[in-house]
C-alpha cells in the first residue's frame, strides 16, 4: 500500500516541482544553528553545496569534499529544492578558500582560473545542471600538506563581490572542496636513511626529511617487521612517509618467542629513538621528534605486537620512559597473527588500521586455525578504524625484499600493486589522524571504487571499511550485538522482513571450512575468535524482498546529519554469489511519518560490494573469507527532486533486493548508523 502512494506522491511531484520551495533568494538565507552553535552569517550568502562528481544514474549527481589532481570537478544543484534559481543567469567563480573574518575584510571575486563561467540554471535534473568546473588542471601542491582548499561562489547579480542573496561552497568552517596531490606519489623533501644500533634487539633503520634542520617536530612512525622478517626490509614506507614530513624507525624485532618479546620490542624501540635522539647521527633527531604523536605499525607477528604493546601501556603492564598510551595516535596491522588470548589484543579505543592480503598463505584467513585469522582484532576496537582486504596480494609482498610471495589464487598483483594500496593509505591515515588533515578524509572514508590514488594500478581490487568511534551525534540504528532475535534492532525497534534464510549470529565460521553448507550460515565469516562476540545478519533472495527497520522516535530527524552508513558483504560460495560472479549493490529507502517514500537508491553508484576473491582450497569451491566494504548514502540524496520527503521525520529505513542489483544474492549485514554532520 505504501509503494502505491509513494509513486503516486512521486509523480505529483515531478508535476508540481516548480512550485516547490518557490522562496525569494533573500528568504533562504536564515542559517539555522549546527550542534547548538549558531553560525553568523554577516553577508547574508547562502550556504550551499555545489561541487561534486555526476553519477551515471540517480541520484546523478555525487558531492564530495576532495579530488585528486587530474580528476574533473562538477558543479551543479537540485532545481526542485532551489526552484528560485531556475532561469536565472549567472556567474560562477572558482577562488581560493577564505575564512568568514577574510570574505569581510574583502569581498571581491577572484576565479583562480582566470575568469567565472557564466550559467544559466534550468528546470529538470541535476544532470540538466551540470557545469564543468575543471578538466583536471587546478593546482594540488599544498607542500608537505595535502590538499589545496578552494570555494565555488555564485555570482547571482554578477558584480564580482560576494554579497547577500549569493551562494557558497566553503563559507562556514570546511573549504568547498581540495584538490590533492596523488598520496601514492614521493611528497616534496629528500630522504636521509641511517642504520645504527644500540645493542640486542635495538638496531635500528631510520628515515627522515634531509632538511629536517629546517624544520619543526615531526611525527614518529615506527615499524615492527614479522617472523623471519629483516627490519631492513621496509624502506617503501620509510622514504614515502618521510618525503612528506616523517620520521620513520623500524627496528629489529624479537618475534622467534613470541607475540610478548615482539610487543616488548617495539615498546623498547620507540623509548630508546626517543631518549637517543641527542646522539643518533650526531644528534640530527634532536628535539625534532614529536613524542606526541607516534605511528606504531607492525607485519605479520609484528602486527599483533603492536597491538600487545598498546594494550600493555593502556593497562599500565608497561610503563614507557618517554610516552605514555595517548601519545600513540594510530596503529596499523599487516596481516596480524592471532596467538594471544582477546584480552591480550584488544586495541580499545586507539585509531586502527589493518591491511589483509586475500592471497595470503601464511596468515591466510581461513578458518581452520585462529592464528592465521586478523580480522577479529579490527572487530574489538572501538576507536575510529579502516580496513583494507587486497585481492591478489600475498603475505611478502607487503615488504620490499623479493623473493617468494607468500601468496596463492588468481590474478596475483605482486608488490608492484601491493605498495601503490600501502603508501597512499598511510600517508591518508597520518595526514588525517595525526596531522588533522580534512582533505585526506576521502581516501578513508570513500568506497575504493569511488576514490583512490591515482598510482594504484587498474586491475588492483580493494574492500575497503571505515568506521567512526560511537560518539554523538552518531546513533546505531542496527549493530546486532543486542536483542538478538530477527524482529527487534538493537536499538529495541521492530524490524520487519521478508528475505530467506534470515540469520542474527556471531561473525564466525563453525566448521572450518569455506564450503558452503546451510548448517552454517555464518559460512566465511572469519570475523571473531573464542572470547568474540561480533555479530551481524546474513541472508538471501531469489525474488525482490524487502528489509526494512524502524527508527528509534528520538532519532528520526536525520536533517542535521551527513549519511546514512552500514557495511555489508558477499556470503563467499554461496549459489547465489556463484551465480551473479561480479561486484553487487543493492537498494536504499527511507519512509517519513507520512508514509511518503523517499526515492530508492542504488548504493552502487558510490561503489558495490566485492565479489569475495575465488581462491580455491579450505573445502570445495571458491571464494575466500566475506569482504565486509562499507557504504555511505548523503542523506541529503534521498530528497533528491522530492522536496515534499520529511527528512526531519524519518520513521523506517528499507534495503530492497532483487527490485534493485541483480535478481538473488547473498549478503551479511552489520553496523547500520546514522552519522552527524562532519564526522
Known amino acids: 500500500m505504501h509503494?502505491?502512494?509513494?509513486?503516486?506522491?512521486?509523480?505529483?511531484?515531478?508535476?508540481?516541482?516548480?512550485?516547490?520551495?518557490?522562496?525569494?533568494?533573500?528568504?533562504?538565507?536564515?542559517?539555522?544553528?549546527?550542534?547548538?552553535?549558531?553560525?553568523?552569517?554577516?553577508l547574508k550568502v547562502l550556504d550551499l553545496e555545489l561541487a561534486g562528481e555526476g553519477l551515471s544514474g540517480f541520484p546523478d549527481f555525487h558531492y564530495v569534499r576532495s579530488f585528486e589532481v587530474g580528476r574533473r570537478i562538477w558543479f551543479s544543484i537540485d532545481p526542485t529544492r532551489y526552484p528560485s534559481f531556475v532561469g536565472k543567469n549567472v556567474d560562477v567563480y572558482v577562488v581560493a578558500h577564505k575564512t568568514i573574518p577574510q570574505w569581510v575584510a574583502n569581498q571581491t571575486l577572484v576565479d583562480?582560473?582566470?575568469?567565472?563561467?557564466?550559467?544559466?540554471?534550468?528546470?529538470?535534473?541535476?544532470?540538466?545542471?551540470?557545469?564543468?568546473?575543471?578538466?583536471?588542471?587546478?593546482?594540488?601542491?599544498?607542500?608537505?600538506?595535502?590538499?589545496?582548499?578552494?570555494?565555488?561562489v555564485i555570482d547571482f547579480n554578477k558584480n564580482g563581490i560576494l554579497n547577500s542573496g549569493d551562494g557558497v561552497d566553503g563559507f562556514y568552517g570546511e573549504p568547498g572542496f581540495f584538490v590533492c596531490k596523488d598520496p601514492g606519489q614521493p611528497g616534496p623533501y629528500a630522504v636521509t636513511e641511517i642504520?645504527?644500533?644500540?645493542?640486542?634487539?635495538?638496531?635500528?633503520?631510520?628515515?627522515?626529511?634531509?632538511?629536517?634542520?629546517?624544520?619543526?617536530?615531526?611525527?614518529?612512525?615506527?615499524?615492527?617487521?614479522?617472523?623471519?622478517?629483516?627490519?631492513?626490509?621496509?624502506?617503501?614506507?620509510?622514504?614515502?612517509?618521510?618525503?612528506?614530513?616523517?620520521?620513520?624507525?623500524?627496528?629489529?624485532?624479537?618475534?622467534?618467542?613470541?607475540?610478548?618479546?615482539?610487543?616488548?620490542?617495539?615498546?623498547?624501540?620507540?623509548?630508546?629513538?626517543?631518549?637517543?635522539?641527542?646522539?643518533?647521527?650526531?644528534?640530527?633527531?634532536?628535539?625534532?621528534?614529536?613524542?606526541?604523536?607516534?605511528?606504531?605499525?607492525?607485519h605479520s607477528r609484528g602486527g599483533e605486537g603492536v597491538v600487545r604493546a598498546y594494550n600493555k601501556v593502556a593497562t599500565g603492564v608497561f610503563v614507557?620512559?618517554?610516552?605514555?598510551?595517548?601519545?600513540?595516535?594510530l596503529i596499523s596491522s599487516i596481516a596480524p597473527t592471532e596467538f594471544l588470548t582477546v584480552g591480550q589484543i584488544d586495541p580499545f579505543d586507539v585509531n586502527y588500521h589493518m591491511f589483509v592480503g586475500a592471497s595470503d598463505s601464511d596468515v591466510n584467513g581461513s578458518p581452520q586455525n585462529q592464528i592465521v585469522q586478523s580480522t577479529p582484532i579490527y572487530e574489538r576496537c572501538d576507536g575510529n578504524k579502516n580496513y583494507n582486504s587486497i585481492q591478489g596480494a600475498g603475505h611478502a609482498d607487503f615488504h620490499n625484499n623479493g623473493g617468494t610471495c607468500w601468496c596463492t589464487g588468481p590474478a596475483l598483483i605482486g608488490m608492484p600493486g601491493t605498495h601503490p594500496v600501502m603508501l597512499s593509505n598511510y600517508l591518508a591515515l597520518v595526514k588525517h589522524y595525526i596531522e588533522g588533515n580534512v582533505a585526506a578524509r576521502d581516501y578513508l572514508e570513500r568506497s575504493y571504487d569511488d576514490f583512490h590514488s591515482a598510482s594504484i594500478p587498474s586491475n588492483v581490487i580493494v574492500a575497503s571499511e571505515h568506521k567512526n568511534a560511537?560518539?554523538?551525534?552518531?546513533?546505531?540504528?542496527?549493530?546486532?550485538?543486542?536483542?538478538?532475535?530477527?524482529?527487534?534492532?538493537?536499538?529495541?525497534?521492530?524490524?520487519?522482513?521478508?528475505?530467506?534464510?534470515?540469520?542474527?549470529?556471531?561473525?564466525?565460521d563453525l566448521d572450518s571450512s569455506f564450503s558452503w553448507s546451510a548448517g552454517v550460515p555464518m559460512n566465511g565469516m572469519c570475523r571473531g575468535i573464542s572470547g568474540d562476540n561480533h555479530r551481524c545478519a546474513v541472508f538471501d533472495w531469489t525474488a525482490p524482498s524487502t528489509y526494512s527497520i524502524d527508527v528509534l522516535p528520538a532519532q528520526t530527524d536525520f536533517s542535521d546529519d551527513d549519511f546514512l552508513s552500514f557495511r555489508a558483504c558477499q556470503?563467499?560460495?554461496?549459489?547465489?554469489?556463484?551465480?551473479?560472479?561480479?561486484?553487487?549493490s543493492f537498494g536504499v529507502q527511507l519512509e517519513d511519518v507520512s508514509g511518503f517514500f523517499s526515492p530508492a537508491i542504488d548504493f552502487g553508484e558510490y561503489g558495490k560490494l566485492t565479489r569475495p576473491y575465488p581462491r580455491t582450497g579450505t573445502g570445495t569451491g571458491a571464494g575466500w573469507a566475506n569482504e565486509f566494504v562499507s557504504v555511505r548514502i548523503p542523506l541529503e540524496a534521498f530528497t533528491r527532486y522530492t522536496p515534499v520527503f520529511d527528512l526531519t521525520q524519518v520513521v523506517r529505513i528499507h534495503f530492497l533486493f532483487g527490485s534493485i542489483g541483480p535478481s538473488s544474492g547473498r549478503v551479511g549485514l552489520d553496523d547500520i548508523e546514522i552519522i552527524g554532520k562532519g564526522l
Not at 564543468?132 to 588542471?137: E, F, K, T, V
Not at 615492527?224 to 612517509?241: A, K, Q, V
Not at 614507557?320 to 595516535?329: K, W
Request: charged share 10%.
Open 320 to 329: 614507557p620512559a618517554n610516552y605514555t598510551a595517548s601519545d600513540i595516535r
Open 112 to 152: 583562480v582560473r582566470g575568469a567565472p563561467q557564466n550559467f544559466t540554471f534550468s528546470a529538470g535534473t541535476m544532470g540538466s545542471n551540470l557545469l564543468l568546473l575543471s578538466a583536471g588542471a587546478l593546482n594540488g601542491d599544498a607542500g608537505a600538506g595535502f590538499g589545496v582548499p578552494y570555494d565555488v
Open 470 to 508: 560511537l560518539v554523538a551525534p552518531n546513533f546505531v540504528v542496527e549493530n546486532y550485538q543486542t536483542q538478538t532475535g530477527t524482529t527487534t534492532s538493537s536499538s529495541g525497534t521492530a524490524v520487519f522482513s521478508n528475505v530467506s534464510n534470515l540469520v542474527e549470529g556471531v561473525m564466525t
Open 3 to 42: 509503494r502505491v502512494r509513494s509513486s503516486l506522491v512521486l509523480a505529483f511531484l515531478r508535476a508540481a516541482a516548480p512550485l516547490a520551495l518557490a522562496l525569494p533568494v533573500a528568504a533562504q538565507v536564515v542559517v539555522p544553528p549546527v550542534g547548538g552553535v549558531v553560525r553568523l552569517n554577516p
Open 571 to 584: 556470503g563467499t560460495r554461496h549459489p547465489n554469489t556463484d551465480a551473479w560472479n561480479a561486484p553487487l
Open 195 to 298: 642504520q645504527y644500533s644500540g645493542g640486542s634487539f635495538l638496531g635500528q633503520d631510520t628515515y627522515y626529511p634531509s632538511n629536517i634542520a629546517s624544520l619543526g617536530k615531526l611525527p614518529l612512525v615506527v615499524v615492527s617487521h614479522g617472523n623471519g622478517h629483516d627490519y631492513r626490509w621496509y624502506d617503501h614506507i620509510g622514504f614515502h612517509l618521510a618525503s612528506w614530513g616523517c620520521i620513520v624507525m623500524s627496528h629489529q624485532n624479537n618475534t622467534g618467542p613470541g607475540i610478548e618479546t615482539a610487543s616488548v620490542t617495539t615498546l623498547t624501540n620507540t623509548d630508546y629513538i626517543l631518549t637517543n635522539q641527542g646522539t643518533i647521527n650526531g644528534g640530527v633527531l634532536n628535539g625534532h621528534i614529536d613524542a606526541d604523536n607516534i605511528v606504531w605499525i607492525g
